[in-house]
């Protein structure tokens, strides 16, 4: 796996910024074959990259020379990280001598921390299969990309309570298997049936039993809804992936992805015509997610992906403290634990006009049905 710095972190492809590819490819970052000259005159050295690639920042009003000096800070991603607040740390990362020997890290020290290191090397192993470029030619050959906002809003007013996100999920670490005999298309067209605005995939394969291949089935079978794909993103490969599988969103987990990572996925989502479903956990996290610019979506997730405590309060906790800022920004998703008509009102009161819901709709026998039961009526599509 590629190991830079800073936005870097999400691994940089080498040439898939050239402006002169594609009008759909990103402008962020123009890779420039070191020794062009230009490059050392106006460009940024990831220091810490194998090759010794240049990196060449261009025309872009999203890295000020204050986030140009992290990435020349000479501090590790880890370091970086730590200085936002973000305790879970990389693995696949280039160690520095005030890191200490390493052995210090051979023990993650939670489950979300787990994930992210099974996730480290599942990247760099899908990558050595199909480069980056591959995966971006792929992309942009996948079928056009759904508006996920726009679904949630529209279903918001047309229902009167919060749009929902149906999570199509077969297991996860903190409840086991929820679902035995598990049918994504057959739950994917329950759900969109039954009014769900749009849907949640989970694709992560050790620790929720999902798959990208249930990504594409879902949207191959014909369903309307816009799709998430709930992945663990660390590296814009994967985003590049989930739009190649017809993903039209992604959801980015503040509590691992620093802020220069989420502002450039941000960019690399919104070249894809993807939504970003950016999510926080905590005032924090929520205070940095404020002040990126192009935020559409946060999620508030009621449950700690580090110790797996739900608390519904959270969300109204949250946007009591925040709520004026956080209501201009966009629209905001009630993440986990909704069971029933009172958690969902309990939520919608708080502010948010979207909730994610997955456990309670999953472990009935047939998960559209139970919409009603959530929602304490029938939705309407
Ligand atoms: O099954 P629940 O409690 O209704 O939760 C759904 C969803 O919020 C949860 O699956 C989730 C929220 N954020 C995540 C990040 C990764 C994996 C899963 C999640």
């Not at 990247?123 to 679904?151: C, M, N, T, W, Y």
């Not at 691992?256 to 970003?276: E, F, Q, W």
């Amino acid at each position: 796996m590629e190991s830079l710095v800073a936005a870097t972190s999400a691994s940089l492809p080498r040439a898939a910024f050239s402006p002169s590819s594609s009008s759909r490819t990103p402008s962020v970052l123009r890779a420039v074959v070191p020794g062009s000259g230009n490059a050392a005159a106006r460009g940024v050295r990831c220091a810490a990259a194998k090759d010794s690639v240049f990196y060449e920042l261009e025309h872009d009003e999203m890295f000020n020379s204050a986030e140009v000096f992290q990435w020349e800070s000479g501090k590790s991603i880890n370091a970086i990280a730590a200085a936002q607040g973000i305790r879970i740390r990389r693995l696949c990362r280039p160690r520095y001598p005030s890191e200490g020997t390493g052995a210090d890290r051979a023990v993650p020290r939670n489950i979300l921390e787990q994930i992210i290191w099974d996730k480290e090397v599942e990247v760099s192993q899908r990558k050595a299969k199909k480069p980056l470029q591959k995966v971006i030619e792929a992309a942009q050959h996948a079928p056009p990309p759904r508006d996920f906002v726009g679904a949630l809003d529209t279903a918001h007013r047309r229902n009167g309570v919060p749009a929902l996100i149906a999570e199509v999920k077969k297991a996860s670490p903190s409840r086991g298997v929820l679902r035995e005999h598990f049918n994504p298309v057959e739950i994917a067209q329950s759900y969109q049936k039954n009014g769900a605005a749009c849907l949640s995939i989970l694709t992560d394969e050790k620790h929720f039993q999902g798959s990208f291949e249930n990504m594409e089935t879902v949207r191959n079978s014909g369903v309307k809804c816009p799709l998430l794909c709930k992945e663990f993103v660390i590296d814009i490969w994967q985003i590049y992936y989930a739009r190649s599988k017809g993903a039209d969103a992604v959801l980015l987990i503040a509590a691992v992805l620093p802020d220069l990572d989420i502002k450039y996925m941000l960019r690399i989502c919104r070249n894809l015509g993807m939504t970003a479903l950016i999510e926080v956990h905590d005032e924090r996290e929520l205070d940095r997610v404020l002040k990126i610019d192009g935020v559409q979506l946060i999620g508030i997730n009621n449950r700690s992906l580090e110790t797996f405590e739900v608390d519904t309060a959270n969300t109204t906790m949250l946007l009591e403290r925040r709520g004026d800022i956080i209501r201009n920004k966009g629209i905001l998703v009630g993440e986990s634990g909704l069971f029933t008509p009172e958690d969902v009102s309990y939520v919608h009161n708080a502010g948010v006009s979207a909730v994610l819901v997955g456990e309670s709709l999953l472990t009935r026998d047939d998960p559209g049905r139970a919409i009603a039961g959530l929602f304490g009526k029938e939705l309407l599509r």
